[in-house]
C-alpha cells in the first residue's frame, strides 16, 4: 500500500470515527432533551391537573346540594335554584378564560342505566365567554338538565363520586374540542354524593405551552450540538494529524518487516530446498560410488542399486515438478485435467514404487481399499503427486518394523470420497497440526529420519484445494498421524 493510499484510508478512518462521534453525539443530546421535554411535559400536565382539581373542589366547596336535588329536568331551569348554580358557574368561567366548560353531572337516574350513564344538571348558558363579539361554535349549545352522557371512556369521571380526580393527559371528547377535565363530588350535610363538578380546561393552552417549551428546548439542543460540532471537528482536525504521523511511521515499519520476512523467506526456501534434495542426492551418490569400485558390488545387488537410484532420481523430479505446480498455483495458471480416474489402482501403483525405500526403511504398507472400484473425476497427475508426497511423508516419521496404511473409502450418501494415511510415529501436537500445511511451516515434532516436513504437504494442500476438497491432519490410534484427504 502507498504512502498516499495509507494515508487516504487512515484519513477516511478517522472521519468515519468523527461522523460515529457526532451521530452519537446527536443521538445522545436528542434523547436528552426528549427527555427533558417529557419530563417538563409531565410536570406541567401534573400542575394543570392539580389545578383543575382545586377549581372543582373549590366550585363544589361553593353549592348547595339541595338545590342540585331540587334540578331533576328541563322544566326546573326557571327555578332560582337552577339559575343560582348558573350564575356561580358562569361567574367562576369568568375569572379564568383557561377554563373552557364548568357544568354539574350526576349518575342517570333513568330506569336500567348502566354505572357509566350520567346526565347533565346544570350546564353553562350561551354567553360569548371569550368577548370576541361572536358565540362561537363551541359557545352555542347548552346541555339541558337530565340530557345523556357516556363515561365509560373516562374513568377519572366514574370515580369522582368518592373522591376528587382529573384526566391523566389531554384526551378527545367529540363533538367537544380536546380537554384535560377533574371532577369533584358535590356532598350534602350527611356526606352523601348528590352530583360531581366537572372542569374542563382547554386543550389549546396546554398545547401552546408545550409548543413553546418544544421552540425553547430545541434551541438549547441546538446550541449545544453547534458546541459540541466544533469540539469535535477541532478532535478531528488533531486526530488526522497525528494519523497522518502516524501511517507514516508505521508505513516505514511495514516496509521493514517486509523487507526481514522476505530475506528469512529466501533463506528458509533455500534451506528447505537443500534439506528436502540432499538425502535422495546422498543415496545417489552412494550408490555410484559402490558401482563405480568395480568387483565390489555383484550383479544382482548392482541392478537392485540401478533401481533405487532411479527411485532417488523420480523423487527428486518429483520434487522440482511440486515447486513448478506451487509456482504455477500461486500465479493462478494452474488447470486441472479432471478425468475418471479409479483411485484404488493408484494407490497400488504407488505401493510397488515405494516398495525399494520400505523395504531400506524396514517399514511395511497396509491397503484398506474396497474390492469394488469405482471411477472419480480427478486429476491423475496430481493426485500421484499427492498419494507420493503423503507416503514421502508417512515413511519420514515411520520408525523401523512399524506400519503404513492407506485407507480409501468411497463417498456414501452426503459424504466425499476420503483417502487416508496413516503411520506409527510420535504424532503431532493440535498447535503444529494448524502448521503443517503452511509455507514453510514445520510440526514441533522431528520424524525418525532427521528430515523436517518440506513442500510436500504445502503441494499437498495447494492440489486438494485445486479440487475443491479438503486435507487435514488428525491423531492416529493408538499412536502417529493420520493425514486425510476429503475430495468432492
Keep these: ?150 363515561a365509560s371512556r373516562y374513568p377519572a369521571l366514574m370515580n369522582s363520586y368518592e373522591k376528587a380526580s382529573a384526566d391523566e393527559d389531554v384526551s378527545p371528547d367529540p363533538p367537544y374540542p380536546d380537554l384535560l377535565s377533574a371532577y369533584c363530588p358535590i356532598k350534602d350535610a350527611k356526606g352523601q354524593t348528590v352530583a360531581i363538578v366537572g372542569v374542563d380546561i382547554t386543550a389549546a393552552t396546554i398545547n401552546l405551552f408545550l409548543a413553546s417549551s418544544k421552540i425553547a428546548i430545541a434551541s438549547c439542543g441546538i446550541i449545544v450540538l453547534l458546541l459540541l460540532f466544533s469540539v469535535a471537528s477541532l478532535y478531528c482536525n488533531h486526530r488526522i494529524s497525528a494519523t497522518r504521523i502516524r501511517d507514516m511511521n508505521e508505513e516505514l515499519s511495514q516496509k521493514n518487516r517486509k523487507l526481514e520476512e522476505n530475506l528469512w523467506l529466501r533463506n528458509e526456501f533455500s534451506r528447505t530446498i537443500v534439506h528436502d534434495m540432499r538425502n535422495p542426492l546422498f543415496v545417489v551418490w552412494g550408490y555410484t560410488e559402490l558401482l563405480a569400485q568395480s568387483g565390489v558390488v555383484k550383479e544382482e545387488e548392482a541392478l537392485d542399486m540401478l533401481k533405487l537410484i532411479g527411485t532417488q532420481v523420480e523423487r527428486m523430479k518429483g520434487f522440482l515438478e511440486d515447486m513448478l505446480m506451487l509456482a504455477k498455483s500461486e500465479s493462478g495458471n494452474l488447470i486441472l485435467n479432471k478425468i475418471p480416474v479409479d483411485i484404488g489402482s493408484l494407490i497400488k501403483a504407488e505401493k510397488e514404487n515405494f516398495a525399494p525405500l520400505l523395504q531400506l526403511a524396514e517399514v511395511s504398507m497396509e491397503l484398506d481399499i474396497p474390492k469394488e472400484s469405482r471411477l472419480v473425476e480427478i486429476d491423475r497427475e496430481l493426485f500421484s503427486r499427492i498419494l507420493d508426497n503423503l507416503i514421502s511423508n508417512a515413511l ?81 490410534k493408538p499412536k502417529g498421524c493420520a493425514m486425510i484427504v476429503e475430495i468432492p
Design 1 to 150: 500500500m502507498t504512502s498516499k493510499t495509507c494515508t487516504g484510508f487512515c484519513m477516511f478512518s478517522v472521519l468515519r470515527r468523527y461522523w460515529l462521534l457526532l451521530g452519537m453525539m446527536v443521538l445522545t443530546v436528542a434523547l436528552l432533551f426528549i427527555l427533558l421535554y417529557f419530563s417538563v411535559r409531565a410536570t406541567f400536565i401534573k400542575g394543570v391537573r392539580e389545578y383543575a382539581i382545586f377549581v372543582s373542589s373549590f366550585v363544589a366547596s361553593q353549592l348547595n346540594a339541595e338545590d342540585i336535588r331540587q334540578i331533576n329536568g328541563p322544566e326546573d331551569m326557571v327555578k332560582e335554584a337552577y339559575l343560582r348554580v348558573q350564575r356561580y358557574l358562569v361567574s367562576v368561567k369568568k375569572l379564568d378564560k383557561d377554563i373552557k366548560y364548568i357544568y354539574i353531572m350526576r349518575h342517570s337516574s333513568s330506569p336500567n342505566a348502566k354505572p357509566t350513564d350520567f346526565e347533565y344538571v346544570v350546564d353553562l348558558p350561551v354567553i360569548d365567554f371569550n368577548e370576541n363579539g361572536v358565540i362561537d361554535e363551541d359557545e352555542k349549545k347548552m346541555e339541558l338538565p337530565k340530557t345523556h352522557y357516556d
Design 396 to 476: 519420514k516419521f515411520s520408525p523401523k518394523n512399524s506400519t503404513i496404511t492407506i485407507a480409501l473409502e468411497y463417498p456414501k450418501e452426503g459424504m466425499h470420497t476420503r483417502l487416508r494415511v496413516c503411520d506409527q510415529g510420535s504424532g503431532i501436537s493440535n498447535d503444529s497440526k494448524e502448521k503443517l500445511f503452511k509455507q514453510f511451516g514445520t510440526g514441533s515434532v522431528r520424524p525418525v529420519s532427521g528430515k523436517q516436513v518440506g513442500l510436500g504437504l504445502i503441494f499437498c494442500k495447494m492440489a486438494v484445494d485445486a479440487h475443491h476438497g479438503r486435507i487435514y491432519a488428525e491423531d492416529n
